[in-house]
């Protein structure tokens, strides 16, 4: 073996054992309120789980605290169990409670036929859940194809074209997309009950998964040498994934929380700091981190 390979596996162990620690050290129950996923986990039953799961995430753009207060305001709409309000929902009825919402690129009307759509679904296959299975199959190599056939289902909920907003909402892997918040909330759903996850959909294996591609995650891959591709698409999310296979093939996408949360912390920003980089975890697999170790000491 060259030595260059040598010296290669000798980082890639390094890391693996780094990425691991950081997984374990972090403490996801701290980080709750600064990730979607602390709305979902107010409710106890798993079918309005699903339901405000795909809410959340499907919102989840820009920052916590911009996004927040629109699905809050939804929910605040949906009364005491969102899985009925959904699974009931009349459009008619509903739209002028929902006249004057906005999010960035939604307006209320995607709102509107969102929760349409989704209805339409959960009267079709009994739940979100039910919907998502239906699309699944064994022999898949990854989430890719049951993730398109689910979107699918949604757009062809309603005989209406979609809008630019919710075209936004739900994109699909068939168009090349990273589908990022399609990717968290399968995390969520699938991944299992970790305090974080929810692990409802159990036919599906972890091992399937592509990692929700966050802004975050992009750069901190990167600096690991975990994609040397340019275009955030679902591709870089595979490449990104196959990666992670490496350090633990069952479950690869378990270190997303921790390492998109490197980020949204600030324990790694934008802007190279070498005292964080010196405090990391990371540190010695990381080509920024390990630059960053090489100025200090000289
Ligand atoms: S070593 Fe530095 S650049 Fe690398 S992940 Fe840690 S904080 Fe970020």
Same mark, same amino acid.
């Given at each position: 073996m060259s030595v260059p390979g040598v010296k290669r596996l000798r980082l890639h162990k390094t890391l693996g054992k780094q990425i691991e620690a950081l997984h374990r050290v972090r403490q996801p129950q701290a980080r709750l309120q600064a990730d979607p996923i602390e709305m979902p986990r107010r409710y106890r039953d798993p079918l309005d789980i699903e339901v405000v799961g795909l809410l959340s995430a499907t919102l989840a753009y820009g920052r916590v605290g911009l996004f927040k207060p629109v699905v809050e305001k939804i929910l605040s709409l949906c009364g005491g169990s969102p899985f009925r309000y959904v699974a009931t929902f009349d459009a008619k009825r509903e739209r002028p409670r929902f006249k004057g919402l906005y999010y960035r690129f939604n307006r209320s009307e995607d709102f509107v036929s969102f929760l349409d759509r989704m209805g339409q679904v959960i009267r079709q296959h009994d739940s979100l859940g039910r919907c998502f299975l239906s699309h699944?199959?064994?022999?898949?190599? +990854?989430i890719g194809p049951a993730l398109s056939g689910f979107i699918a289902a949604l757009h062809a909920a309603r005989p209406d074209a979609l809008s630019r907003g919710l075209a936004y909402m739900l994109p699909s892997p068939?168009?090349?997309?990273?589908?990022k918040r399609l990717n968290l909330y399968l995390r969520w759903m699938i991944r /299992? +009950? +970790? %305090? *974080?996850? #929810? %692990? #409802?959909?159990?036919? *599906? /294996?972890?091992?399937?998964l592509i990692i929700p591609l966050d802004t975050h995650v992009i750069r901190i891959a990167a600096y690991l040498g975990l994609s040397r591709r340019k275009s955030p698409d679902w591709k870089m999310a595979k490449e990104i994934t196959e990666a992670l296979k490496r350090f633990d /093939?069952? +479950? /690869?996408?378990?270190y997303d929380f921790a390492l998109c949360h490197l980020g949204i912390s600030g324990d790694c920003p934008l802007q190279a700091d070498p005292e964080k980089c010196e405090a990391c975890l990371l540190r010695e697999g990381c080509r920024r981190g390990r630059r960053a170790l090489r100025r200090i000491a000289s």
């Open positions: 699944y199959r064994e022999a898949d190599e +990854d068939e168009a090349g997309s990273a589908c /299992p +009950d +970790d %305090g *974080i996850d #929810f %692990g #409802f959909w159990k036919a *599906i /294996p972890s091992s399937k /093939p069952a +479950d /690869p996408v378990k």
